[in-house]
């Protein structure tokens, strides 16, 4: 049987107290939904049904992807009148898996454990011990601890508001069952809704066993109702990234001051000291220090290389054993090859700087070129923007550039040359060249200093 994902995301929200869809807030970077959507794919889940109503059409544009189809629901009815409004959608001879938008942890091995719980011709639910219950479905079993309803806590007894088994809403059945129990639900109940978990009394009666695997954390069917929560699976979520990481070798200063906001791939023996953040995809190889306070986002850093404190790299390459910051700043194209260094206060941009090469301090290196063991003194700036159009500055191997020179590019510096510091250097210089546009210093012995008028 081919496996269809229902995700209810139609919700508004209320006590999120925001513009933005509940389902779309991000945590660890990923809108909530996002987090779902890619645990069903996972599962290999052959087609995914994003059940949405509130903010539709900025879900819609957010989290549009083939493997999605998006089923409206105009008016929230409940639970199970938003099950309903996929079910024309969905294969009769499919098995389903219903998970909401708004639960992101939601583990793939969790959800494995319980499609592989499921026998034909019964039904699956995943519950959870909570000691404190509130607000929840609790679990209602008979006299063999089959699971045998599921009620409301608006619609439960004083009894049943003591069981602390509850539901997680998540549940998997099969299409058919679904076309068959779906329209027998009504709303007579305490909130007026179509309630999903009615169908749980109703398999029962029918016979129909209904096979329960508990969920391994109370935060990994945790939903977000407002901000207070999204914060705790945040925690949650990234406590778990240092957990896995730690565990793989890299050595955290403080793993509760740690983000990672993508993928963060690592080899042995890396520090990461507090503070840091990682989007996108980052690799580090083996050795590699980040100091506090730096943001990597889509970088591969080569081994042995140290990125001082409160550096921000972003769509860059670094071969290996190089050193940045602290306080660098790398943009979009940097490469910097082998032991190449970018010092304090640097800005590179879609530049590449070659092995061994120095940038040191407080310079703006754009569209250039370096090459290998090339010096640049302090206060070096490219001058690649003439207003209109970007320029390329290439500086050959060995060259020197003095401290507070700008070259304004296009502009050729050959390998070896040397430009005097505070240089402006508009034309190429040659190989081996030295190339000084400064000023003639002026001079004048014992000279006389300008003493202030006295008052009239
Ligand atoms: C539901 C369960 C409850 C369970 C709890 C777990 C029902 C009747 N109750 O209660 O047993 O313990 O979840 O969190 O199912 N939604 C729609 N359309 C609707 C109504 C809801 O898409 O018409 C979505 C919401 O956006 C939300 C999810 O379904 O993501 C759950 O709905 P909610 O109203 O929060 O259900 P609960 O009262 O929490
Ligand atoms: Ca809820």
């Known amino acids: 049987m ?13 006590r999120m107290r925001s513009a933005l869809p509940k389902v779309l807030h991000p945590l660890a970077g990923k809108p909530l939904a996002g987090h779902v959507i890619d645990t069903a794919r996972s599962l290999q889940a052959h087609r995914i049904h994003l059940v949405i109503g509130h903010g539709a059409e900025a879900v819609k544009k957010q989290l549009a992807a083939e493997d999605i189809h998006f089923v409206l629901q105009e008016e929230q009815l409940g639970t199970g009148h ?6 024309p959608a969905l294969d009769p001879s499919s098995h389903l898996l219903i998970l909401y938008g708004d639960v992101p942890l939601i583990s793939q091995a969790t959800l494995e454990k319980l499609l592989a719980e499921v026998k034909p011709q019964q039904m699956g639910l995943l519950t959870v011990d909570l000691p404190d219950p509130q607000g ?7 006299d063999q601890q089959e699971v045998a309803a599921i009620v409301e806590q608006k619609d439960a007894s004083p009894e049943q508001l003591t069981i602390t088994e509850v539901n997680t809403g998540i ?31 109703l398999a029962y009666r029918e016979g129909t066993r209904i096979a329960s695997v508990q969920a391994e954390s109370a935060q990994e069917v945790e939903g977000v109702n407002n901000r207070l929560q999204l914060a705790g699976l945040e925690r949650a979520y990234q406590r778990q990234q ?15 001051r740690l983000d990672v906001r993508g993928q ?13 953040i990682f989007e996108g995809q980052v690799d580090l190889a083996e050795g590699v220090e980040i100091g506090p306070y730096c943001l990597l986002k889509n970088v591969r850093v080569g081994p042995g290389t140290r990125v001082a404190a409160h550096s921000i790299l972003e769509d860059c390459d670094l071969a290996g054993d190089n050193q940045v910051g602290p306080f660098a700043r790398l943009r979009p194209g940097t490469h910097l090859e082998a032991e190449a260094k970018v010092g304090n206060f640097v800005e590179t941009k ?6 061994g090469a120095k940038v040191n301090h407080l310079s703006y290196i754009g569209d250039a070129w370096v090459g290998e063991k090339a010096n640049i003194g302090a206060g070096t700036i490219t001058c690649n923007y003439d207003g209109v159009n970007k320029h390329q500055t290439q500086i ?10 700008s070259l304004v590019a296009p502009v050729h510096v050959g390998a070896g040359a040397t430009v005097g510091a505070g240089s402006t250097i508009a034309r190429d210089v040659p190989e081996k060249a030295l190339a000084v546009t400064r000023a003639k210093q002026l001079q004048k012995d014992n000279w006389p200093r300008p003493v202030k008028k006295s008052a009239e």
Request: glycine share 8%; proline share 2%.
């Open 2 to 14: 081919s496996l269809e994902v229902v995700v209810l995301a139609a919700g508004q929200g209320t």
């Open 82 to 87: 938003a099950v309903d409004q996929a079910l």
């Open 136 to 142: 929840y479905g609790r679990i209602l079993r008979d």
């Open 171 to 201: 549940l998997a059945v099969t299409v058919e069952q679904l076309q068959r129990w779906l329209p027998q639900l009504s709303n007579n109940n305490a909130q007026g809704e179509y309630y999903l978990t009615d169908i749980i009394d």
């Open 242 to 256: 240092a957990e896995k990481l730690m565990l793989a070798g890299v050595t955290l200063a403080d793993p509760a």
């Open 264 to 276: 963060l791939n690592t080899a042995r023996d890396i520090f990461i000291d507090v503070g840091c």
């Open 350 to 355: 879609k530049s590449h700087i070659g092995a």
């Open 396 to 405: 050959g191997a060995e060259a020197f550039i003095g401290s507070n020179s």
